[in-house]
């Protein structure tokens, strides 16, 4: 892990916005603290993972497979459930095909609509993934369980003010709240 910075950006861009705009400091200094942070927690996540030989995008994949009932789920209800464009899930899908993790194929049901169906070996692996990502508190290592709860409850105050989602849907300060991340089969 790189050593902490001993200037702070953000702090700065702080100070600068306040002095011109006082009124919008806190809200750039937020907004600008998530995204720092996203691409930190990424780093962390996507170290982890590496030894597995998938991305965060990948695992989530073969997680939601696995959570499902069936092992199976439509693409387009992936894109939805992931929260992603419908040629990420594809993307993704296809590499986790070619290493023989999941499969695709039509729906019995409706021969327009393809499945991916998670394999053993895909278990197995998302099983070994979950293991280090917990291990590794999902990059947070040094927060209490506390203090991920409610880092959780804040950023989802946002979601609801951003229309992500209804403010009655779900809510579960533990964050394990539906539409918090690949854990929901929704």
């Given at each position: ?73 439509p693409m387009?209800?992936?894109?939805e459930r ?105």
């Open positions: 892990m790189p050593s902490p910075e001993t200037f702070d950006p953000i702090a700065e861009a702080h100070r600068q916005w306040s002095a011109r705009w006082p009124e919008h400091a806190d809200h750039m200094a937020a907004v600008t603290s998530v995204m720092r942070v996203q691409q930190l927690l990424l780093s962390r996540i996507e170290d982890a993972l590496k030894p597995y030989g998938l991305t965060f995008a990948s695992y989530e994949a073969l997680r939601l497979l696995a959570f499902s009932r069936a092992g199976s789920l387009g209800k992936m894109g992931l929260m992603v464009h419908p040629a990420s899930v594809t993307n993704a899908i296809g590499r986790l095909q070619q290493r023989g993790l999941v499969e695709r194929h039509p729906s019995p049901d409706d021969r327009r609509v393809v499945l991916a169906t998670i394999t053993q070996d895909g278990r197995a692996l998302a099983d070994e993934a979950t293991t280090a990502l917990n291990q590794a508190a999902f990059g947070l290592p040094d927060l209490t369980t506390a203090q991920a709860a409610e880092v959780t409850v804040l950023l989802r105050a946002v979601r609801v003010s951003m229309s992500d989602l209804a403010a009655d849907v779900g809510a579960d300060p533990g964050g394990g709240s539906p539409g918090s991340g690949p854990a929901s089969p929704r």
